[in-house]
DNA sequence: GCGATCAGTT
DNA sequence: CACAACTGATCGC
């Protein structure tokens, strides 16, 4: 059964100060803060991630995720009194930002007014005009942007064309791709407008290395250092921000030790988060904040104030997640850098770099690219000079044909950067897509739309749920799947098999009750596993030589270093510490280097997936129809592939949610017990949709294909 | 006293 | 290193 929230939420200090940035009207040169102003020209009747000043009058609001410089706006008395007016206005967003946002309290007063909608679920929501009476149907789809918990994309579809607001994002290469509701009829949606995050939309910042290469590269300093005894801790130096919890989680996994943070009631409905932390000091690994950290760090004492445990001192090193990138060139990706006697830092980006940003953008094809960001030292003439040749004006008048590359989603196979896939893209047969019939379920004020599919259980798996089958296979990560299951929670947990539940989870009703239930998160940042072991793997492990005050990974500068590279040791930098002349990403002072081959796929986190498991909201018992759509949508709106979700005119939304490809009776179970399903979540990409495991004859195809190419490249005569 | 804005730090 | 925030000063209501 639904469960409800338990607890009340309180909390904490304030992720809310209000943070400005920007700068108003058409100001071109901003700081590489969001400047997108909150509306978009196809519906100015809506706003995203902007409160203020025009904002003032939309007839609805959109939260991508919970960052500051997102929530301009959010909490101002005018808003506030705005909102005691028009009581049909809502805030809409994902369960997790929901939960975030209401965790503090300058945001409480939103509490009756935010809808969550889940992520991948097609909702229609009605935009009213309270003067008028005009009235508008739109339909929003949440899409996970990899960017911090709760973030999404949202994906806009109406009587002025489909438009995507990225919000703030980091995906790989690819993952557009495996992103099922970007597609439609086997090829990627006609996108008129992308409104996107180009914080590194710059030629400089071309490659950024992987998550998993960062976490891999984290990872192994801080086992290498706290491995040595009990009293050598680690303080990962992070700002105050969502997005660093995969670190955390990661970490904590791997290592069996909590993370120390100051606050954690945020996530107190989000076990797979939740359980990796702790409040407690008494831990070595730390992440805790103090305005006065940097000096206390000098003063070898950490953010919370111990400087000892049982009276004997701590050894204390430092590590600082930042943005580390390199050019189109190189090869070096090292994501650790000494920067002192017991300092690091190591590479984290919450953004996509620029080879990703033009591969994301690339495979939408829209007809305009706007960007939300400029970045600094750059001009937005120059960023849309970048942005324009991807856009369909630039390319043939047809559009372009993508079909979803279908071994995309498993990639395991990653050459280098660039063109990677190339292998893959080819000629391969394609797979059709299976159509699911969608059912339109109707009850009062709510219309859902399912979508019933025939062979359910295969193909969840194949495509959908398989991360956590998998996960649980292969990895030793593995239980950190299993963390769904918190305690306090339990008792609504489901039976179902998880593959059956992730399938589930897309058709949800976003509907104000519904969250009343607090959403039990399930995993969060998960990594993937099918990369996982590989990434791991890779490194070296850490050679204990004692002695030094460094981790020891680092403490052989010449003979053998171990530097934690991976594939290719010629390319791996041995670890040395940061010349005095300063950090330069392309100097020799980097520490770690990552596998560029792996490159990003070696370990993926994300697959967390944090939906919440109670929600489910609908009733299946409505009386369905066979009905592709829902009425009023545009003509765009109705295309097969289009699930929806309505949400009633009185501002709640109606949920047309379509349950995918879920047989009506498991449907039905779904809900009622946790039907959340796979929404992503944030980092989780969801496997391609209609991909299916490539046939023994293709694969045949494809290794003797391969094989030939390496034999050739090999003995280049032979031939 | 609170909020917006700007400047400076990290 | 360019993230996302915090701190502090100023100005206005």
Not at 36 to 64: H, W
Request: proline share 6%; charged share 25%.
């Amino acid at each position: 059964m639904a469960r409800r929230c338990k607890g009340s939420r309180k909390w904490r200090s304030d992720l809310c100060q209000p943070r400005l940035s920007l700068r108003a009207r058409g100001s071109v040169l901003c700081g590489a803060m969001s400047s997108f102003e909150g509306q978009m020209a196809e519906y100015p009747t809506i706003s995203i991630d902007r409160f203020d000043r025009e904002n003032l009058k939309a007839r609805a609001y959109f939260l991508s995720h919970c960052h500051k410089d997102h929530m301009k706006g959010l909490r101002a008395p005018t808003l506030k009194r705005r909102l005691e007016c028009s009581l049909k206005v809502y805030l809409y967003c994902s369960p997790v930002t929901k939960e975030l946002l209401l965790t503090s309290p300058k945001y409480r007063f939103w509490e009756k007014r935010i809808i969550s909608i889940e992520i991948e679920t097609p909702t229609q929501i009605s935009l009213v005009d309270e003067a008028s009476g005009e009235k508008e149907e739109i339909v929003v789809t949440l899409l996970p942007a990899g960017h911090c918990p709760g973030s999404v994309m949202f994906l806009f579809q109406g009587n002025n064309g489909t438009v995507l607001y990225t919000g703030d994002f980091r995906l790989a290469k690819g993952e557009a791709a495996r992103m099922e509701l970007l597609h439609s009829g086997g090829r990627v949606k006609d996108i008129q407008s992308v409104y996107l995050d180009t914080t590194f939309c710059d030629p400089r910042f071309y490659q950024i290395p992987s998550r998993g290469e960062c976490l891999s590269g984290i990872l192994e300093l801080v086992r290498s250092w706290i491995t040595r005894s009990p009293y050598h801790v680690v303080w990962l130096n992070c700002k105050a921000a969502y997005g660093y919890e995969y670190l955390f989680t990661n970490l904590s996994e791997e290592l069996g030790v909590q993370i120390h943070v100051d606050k954690l009631d945020m996530f107190r409905n989000m076990p797979d988060i939740l359980h990796h932390l702790t409040t407690d000091r008494n831990t070595q690994i730390h992440a805790c904040r103090h305005p006065k950290a940097e000096e206390y760090f000098q003063w070898n004492k950490l953010p919370c104030g111990i400087t000892s445990k049982t009276g004997i001192p701590l050894h204390i090193v430092s590590i600082k997640p930042s943005t580390m990138w390199f050019g189109e060139r190189t090869r070096k990706t090292n994501v650790i850098v000494r920067t002192g006697e017991s300092s690091y830092r190591a590479c984290f980006s919450f953004h996509s770099s620029y080879s990703e940003i033009k591969d994301f953008l690339s495979y939408i094809c829209p007809v305009n690219a706007y960007p939300n960001v400029i970045p600094l030292g750059t001009t937005k003439d120059k960023v849309i000079e970048i942005l324009q040749p991807l856009c369909r004006s630039s390319q043939s008048t047809e559009p372009k044909y993508k079909p979803l590359g279908k071994l995309k989603r498993a990639r395991t196979i990653h050459v280098d950067s660039e063109e990677e896939d190339e292998l893959f893209d080819d000629p391969l047969p394609v797979p059709l897509r299976h159509k699911v019939p969608y059912q339109l379920i109707l009850h009062t004020g709510v219309f859902s739309m399912t979508a019933i599919s025939q062979n359910q259980p295969e193909k969840l798996r194949q495509s959908t749920g398989c991360f956590k089958t998998e996960s649980t296979q292969n990895t030793l990560l593995s239980n950190f799947i299993d963390c769904e299951e918190s305690n306090s929670e339990s008792e609504e947990e489901l039976e179902m098999p998880s593959s059956v539940q992730e399938d589930l989870g897309s058709v949800t009703l976003p509907q104000q009750k519904a969250d009343v239930d607090v959403p039990q998160w399930e995993v969060f940042f998960k990594r993937k596993d099918d990369t996982t072991d590989e990434g791991l793997e890779n490194f070296p492990s850490s050679t204990e030589t004692g002695g030094s005050q460094s981790p020891n990974l680092f403490n052989d500068s010449d003979g053998e270093s171990t530097h934690i590279s991976s594939q290719n040791s010629s390319q791996s930098t041995h670890i040395t510490e940061q010349g005095s002349q300063g950090w330069d990403s392309q100097s020799d002072t980097v520490l770690l280097s990552s596998q560029e081959k792996n490159g990003g796929d070696i370990i993926s986190l994300n697959k967390g997936v944090y939906r919440p498991k109670t929600k489910e909201n609908i009733p299946t018992s409505q009386m369905e129809q066979n009905v592709l759509c829902p009425k009023d949508t545009h003509s765009d709106l109705k295309s097969r592939d289009s699930e929806v979700t309505t949400v009633p005119n009185t501002g709640e939304p109606t949920s047309l949610s379509c349950g995918k490809h879920i047989p009506e009776k498991n449907r039905s179970l779904n809900l009622s017990t946790h039907s959340d399903s796979q929404s992503s979540s944030d980092f989780e990409i969801p496997s391609t949709p209609e991909a299916e495991l490539p046939k023994r004859e293709h694969l045949q195809y494809l290794y003797e294909k391969l094989a030939t190419v390496l034999h050739l490249l090999k003995n280049p005569d032979s031939r």
